[in-house]
């Protein structure tokens, strides 16, 4: 029971790490991504950690579900605060839900993979790669693409107008970021030291390829940032110079109407209509025209009676009160009253406001003294709602040859009607941001939102009579549509394909690498198992032939030795023909003990049970007596033998091994030369620096055929005619020459012209060691 428990909290606890490391790595790659992404979308075009997150649900299932949720929700929440989105219970519920299609779409891609065997196994045809990319990337990342996308919309992130546009680019970035990652994510997750190698073969190209296809972004991107900065201010520059435009067409009605005015004794109301009704309704933006007549205290009375004489029933001088309501002024040294308004309609509660009464226009009197055209502070008229935020334009008038002001005209016009008239686009409005800066202290919104979400892609100072406005152009939804290119987007999605569909291939080519090394792995064992059992079979026929040696040659012993002794005791008592026939069984017996001794020395080598009794040899003493021993043989064949000793030193050397190495070669020149010539030479010969002697056994017999030297010192080998010659033979002599040579650190090799001339040479060091 301890045990269990045990195991289930180790089972626990590394469920609990992986979901960490799942959180952290899913949460970093968002934060590496949001480089990538380009204004207005939400999404952005590559999203590795879609791949992230399928990768470890392939490798640990279930146990991860909570890493890839809450990993989808914090990156979700980090992309809205970059995007200038105010974290609140909205926008949690938002991540939420795009969460849960994160999770759902990598459950649904990890089961459709297992099922179909594609990873965490390799890929190893065609079909199962185009599987992969199909499954991996398009079909299912459509499920939290699409969901995402309609959450977008429906939480009012983004403009249905944009929902298009958000859900390929989130598409894209999904099946992308899940094609290129998800693979690596599972080798490097079921990594072992044997697959080490072929995780670096596999990810190293494709790593070179997207480090290139993303500093290719990144540098058009950066291109089109700088242009996209050059259209947003030419946007701004024209509706700069538009605004301005308008604004001087109302500056220009301003003048109209104080030289009109003054060029007059005297306007009647309907001359007044007359004048400006033309010109105000050519300009929307243009609320009213006022006429206010400078009237002092004393004249109050007359000057209202006047103007209710002209029609205008209850005139009176008005100023408004704390509540906003106008009532009849008090009495002051002076009065701005205004007397005429075109249009009447709509503006008929301000006739007889004293505009000396209101705070805001403390300065008329001012403007009265100095003659300059002033414009008001933003102010909100009484006749319009408090929200909407109008300019008046103000310039005195003079009577005609006077010297002193008597009156004011009065422009009135509303900032938003302004804009309508200055602004063109789509996207425009919503991101413009208009305020007036004269008073810095005390800014006043003309237009956009107070609050400064989104960042200022362009900004500047427009500045009219004694106002300042600063311009601010947002980074909105609209006006980053508006000016957006899809060359970088291009770029980076086809290059993170095309990385994709390489680290698929390459996982195909090292799939069928490691499928081939396997089966190379296998024969190589199956190999290895017939060669030591070829081996062992090698070592017990050896044995076999070492034993039966001995126990051939222990009876062929006696047969030679009581044949000798029958020869020597009985040979004046036995006929010609028996002494013969007993000369032929001394003489095979002892060819048959030649053969007995090879064998068993080969034998011996083979078990490397050889060994060798190294003395001081006089070479060319032991070439003299071999020569003497096989002279008689030679000149029975009509063959001369030669000896040429130019080395007479000492060798260290086995002499038994030495005189069956000479004696070997001996019997073979004399055996396959009739009526030639057998030279022995013995020269002293360095190889590669060592000191030693070269013995040369030349010959002038039938020769060897090239295809048969290199068959000449193989065991049991008998070649070209010398079976026909020697059929006695086994084949053993030159490879036991060969084998003993080479124990003595020496080679042996042999030229030959067949018919002409036959040399084998035999190189032996001085000194063994």
Known sequence: MVGSNRERLQVVSRNISRNILLVLLYWGFALGTELLAIPPDFATPVWPSAGIALGFVVVFGRAVYPGVWLGALIANLNVSLSQGIPIDLQQIAFASVVSCGALAQAAIASHMLLRLNLLPSQLTNGVQVLQFLLIVGPASCLINSINGSVMLGLFGIVPWAGWFNNWIVWWVGDSVGALVIAPFV???????????????????????????????????????????????????????????????????????????????????????????????????????????????????????????????????????????????????????????????????????????????????????????????????????????????????????DSQKYDGVIQVLFRVDDLLKRAISGDGVAESLRLVDVTDSDNPVLLHGNDKRELPVEWSSRFSFLDRVISIELMATYGIMTRVSFWQSYLILICGLLYVAMLEAVLLTMITRQRTIEDQVKIKTCELALAKEAAEKASMAKTEFLASMSHELRTPLNSVIGFTRRVMNRSASRLDERSLDALAVVDRNANHLLGLINNLLDISKLDLGKLELSLTQVALDEMLAETKNQFLPMAEAKGTSVQLECEFHGLIEADATRLRQVIINLMANAVKFTVGGEIKICLVEKSVQKVPGVELRVEDTGIGIAPDDIEKLFNKFQKVGREEKLNPEGTGLGLALTKELVELHKGTVSVTSEPGKLTVFSVWLPQRHG
């Open 186 to 400: 599972v080798r490097v997750l079921t990594w072992s030291p044997t697959s080490s190698s072929r995780i670096w073969q596999s990810v190293a190209l494709p790593i070179i390829f997207l480090m290139l296809v993303i500093a290719s972004f990144i540098f058009v991107r950066s291109a089109e940032q700088a242009n996209r900065r050059t259209q947003i201010a030419e946007i701004g520059h024209q509706f700069e110079a538009v605004l301005a435009l308008n604004i001087n067409e109302v500056r220009v009605i301003l003048n109209a109407a104080t030289s009109f005015f003054s060029a007059s004794d005297h306007v009647s109301s309907a001359g007044f209509n007359t004048f400006f009704s033309p010109l105000v309704e050519q300009h929307p933006a243009i609320l009213a025209v006022q006429w206010l007549p400078l009237v002092m205290g004393d004249d109050r009375t007359s000057f209202v009676s006047a103007v209710r004489e002209t029609g205008v029933a209850g005139f009176e001088i008005r100023e408004p009160d704390i509540d906003r309501r106008l009532v009849v002024s008090r009495d002051r040294a002076e009065y701005l009253p205004i007397t005429y308004v075109y249009p009447l309609e709509g503006n008929e509660q301000v006739l007889g406001l004293d505009v000396l009464a209101l705070p805001h226009r403390g300065d008329a009197s001012r403007l009265l003294r100095t003659g300059s055209v002033q414009a008001s502070v933003p102010v909100s008229l009484v006749q319009h709602k408090k929200s909407e935020l109008s300019y008046i334009l103000s310039a005195p008038v003079k009577a005609p």
